[in-house]
């Protein structure tokens, strides 16, 4: 996989522009959307409808294909909270030239892909729009870089945590409903894993690749679901320190939900999310992951990872018996030369926050072994900016 530093400026819309309308006009019907973004939900009616013969071609006569067909190699996904440093691994990992992955433009028009017209309006659509790099932490971005598939999975089915984006209040229910998968339809959960399925086979065949990699940080809370789904697929859990964890959560949401977001949240409800959400997560991953065969689940540390990466690579590999790592080690080795530069988000803590962490995240702290990390400040209040 190619990569190039690119400080384009851009525009990101929310990924419903690329979901099946009636998905769209549930969930306007389900939610409140205040008023100054009815500007932003005019656009993505108007993409939307745009899109729509180009994705009901594509889903009759290109999709049931790739249904019928079967997986040659056990997927392997990616797991842990968000800001832990997934998307870190994933981008490396992606340059072992025989894993396939989501694309961005796969994420946001998962049935505009191989419509040849379609594509070629939609993919230049998002190609002129995607910033060149992510605001809330200075990632790289473009159509066909790897992206996460939780975008997608809303697309036919009303089943995607990533509905938050749109409305941040509903992020706990969401997450119940959508990752716990309580009160959901049996027929609808059916439909939702066929959909999933679905985004793998296209995956593949989009990226050319052999093994599909995937990097869902909802998936952390959804392992028993992927073993029915998947019985023989791979695990990597990385975690990272959970204070940095918590600042980076709020920096990333304070800067990536104003494009996005279609009502109102306040800072405080958005912190409550975080820390509830952390608890809920954490716990189902270490329940459902002893559900997971011996020999394909490996955990590593995000600052494992970073200080020694051809090492944590290596034992990736090892551990979950996954072939091609020499082939892929010059191509792991030029991507971490070519990190060397990337500045970090720098962060500090109040007290307050300090001590609500300690209390609610405990557990984590206690089962790694983290503590307060020597590069992160704790100050007695933080001024507003």
């Not at 066909?144 to 036919?156: C, T, V, Y």
């Not at 109102?264 to 997560?281: A, L, N, Q, V």
Request: aromatic fraction near 14%; hydrophobic fraction near 40%.
């Amino acid at each position: 996989m190619a990569f190039v530093k690119n400080n384009k400026k851009g525009i990101l819309l929310p990924p419903a522009i690329g979901y099946s309308f009636k998905i769209v006009i549930e969930l306007i019907k389900k939610n409140k959307i205040h008023r100054k973004y009815f500007l932003k939900l005019l656009i993505i009616i108007i993409v939307n409808l745009i899109n729509f013969p180009f994705r009901a071609y594509e889903r009759l006569f290109i999709n049931p294909k790739y249904r019928k067909k079967a997986l040659q190699k056990a997927p392997i996904f990616i797991l842990g909270h968000w800001r832990s440093g997934t998307t870190h691994l994933h981008n490396l990992l992606c340059q072992d030239s025989q894993m396939a992955y989501i694309t961005t433009y796969q994420s946001v028009f998962p049935d505009t892909l191989f419509n040849k017209l379609g594509r070629f309006l939609f993919l230049g659509f998002s190609r002129l729009l995607i910033p060149g790099t992510r605001k809330g932490d200075n990632v790289s971005l473009g159509a066909s870089l790897p992206q996460e598939e939780e975008f997608a999975l809303g697309d036919k089915v009303p089943i995607s945590f990533y509905f938050f984006w749109l409305f941040p209040k509903n992020m706990l229910s969401y997450y119940n409903e959508f990752i716990g998968f309580k009160n959901i339809d049996i027929a609808q959960l059916e439909n939702w894993k066929s959909n999933y399925k679905l985004l793998i086979h296209k995956a593949i065949k989009n990226t050319n690749k052999e093994r599909f990699l995937s990097k869902n940080p909802p998936n952390t809370g959804r392992i028993k679901v992927l073993l029915e789904m998947f019985p023989n697929a791979k695990f990597i859990y990385i975690h990272r320190n959970p204070i940095e964890v918590f600042l980076s959560t709020q920096n990333f949401y304070k800067k990536m939900l104003p494009p996005l977001q279609l009502q109102d949240i306040s800072d405080e409800d958005i912190d409550s999310s975080i820390i509830e959400i952390y608890k809920r997560i954490m716990k189902d991953y270490i329940e459902q992951k002893e559900l997971i065969s011996k020999g394909n689940l490996v955990e590593v540390s995000f600052e494992h990872l970073e200080k020694e990466p051809t090492e944590v690579l290596e034992s990736i590999y090892k551990t979950i018996h996954l072939d091609g790592y020499k082939d892929a080690a010059p191509n792991f080795e030029r991507y971490i030369n070519y990190l060397k530069n990337y500045k970090k988000n720098k962060h500090i803590i109040s007290q307050k926050q300090m001590d609500v962490l300690m209390k609610e995240w405990g557990f984590a702290f206690e089962k790694y072994n983290y503590n307060l990390p020597s590069n992160i400040e704790v100050k007695s209040e933080l001024n507003n900016e």
